[in-house]
T-cell receptor
Framework: GNSVTQMEGPVTLSEEAFLTINCTYT??????LFWYVQYPGEGLQLLLK?????DKGSNKGFEATYRKETTSFHLEKGSVQVSDSAVYFC???????????FGKGTKLTVNP | DTAVSQTPKYLVTQMGNDKSIKCEQN?????MYWYKQDSKKFLKIMFS???????INETVPNRFSPKSPDKAHLNLHINSLELGDSAVYFC????????????FGDGTRLSIL
């Protein structure tokens, strides 16, 4: 079945540090890939998405590129802020189904 | 302008009780979902409805019964609550297509005593 593996947290960084959260997936065909963010006490918000190979999703300084050859969708940000502290989820949907399959989430804490 | 709203935000109850969680979306979406997030933050889909019809039903105990009176509402009724049902339950909605993002409510934290 489809699955998503993302790096275990927690991740702790200083403000303005570079962020990478690794995400790899297992799926047949061409899934759509997503990063969602969950701030404390809130629901999930879409951060970015990519729906075909080599697409780059970007939002709020975050980027992720859909790499079919390595089945990866790593999240990056060049300079993190304290306000980026949250739990980040990598997820996929498989064509023909709207079921979101999530990774286990990575908690990011950014210290001033 | 709340897009996906669910009530209540917190629910504390005794084992064996029956409870309901309500969800409403004003985005005009035709598909709605229930997800369960456990204490380790792991998220798993439970149900999905499209235009009031059940389209996804994961291996959830039949004590859980979703009901969709119209495409803007999806409620979750839980019978005979057990300790293991303690979790945060999220409602979400989207357009019907796998490349469409889902919009989530703020969650209902269910605690079973």
């Amino acid at each position: 079945g489809n699955s998503v593996t993302q790096m275990e947290g927690p991740v702790t960084l200083s403000e303005e540090a570079f962020l990478t959260i690794n995400c790899t997936y297992t799926a047949t065909g061409y899934p759509s890939l997503f990063w969602y963010v969950q701030y404390p006490g809130e629901g999930l918000q879409l951060l970015l998405k990519a729906t075909k190979a080599d697409d780059k999703g970007s939002n709020k300084g975050f980027e992720a590129t859909y790499r079919k050859e390595t089945t990866s969708f790593h999240l990056e940000k060049g300079s993190v802020q304290v306000s980026d502290s949250a739990v980040y989820f990598c997820a996929l949907t498989q064509g023909g189904s709207e079921k979101l399959v999530f990774g286990k989430g990575t908690k990011l804490t950014v210290n001033p | 302008d709340t897009a996906v709203s669910q009530t209540p935000k917190y629910l504390v109850t005794q084992m064996g009780n029956d409870k309901s969680i309500k969800c409403e979306q004003n985005l005009g979406h035709d598909t709605m979902y229930w997800y369960k997030q456990d204490s380790k933050k792991f998220l798993k889909i439970m149900f999905s409805y499209n235009n009031k019809e059940l389209i996804i039903n994961e291996t959830v105990p039949n004590r859980f019964s979703p009901k969709s009176p119209d495409k803007a509402h999806l409620n979750l009724h839980i019978n005979s609550l057990e300790l293991g049902d303690s979790a945060v339950y999220f409602c979400a909605s989207s357009r019907i297509a796998s490349n469409q993002p889902q919009h989530f409510g703020d969650g209902t934290r269910l605690s079973i005593l």
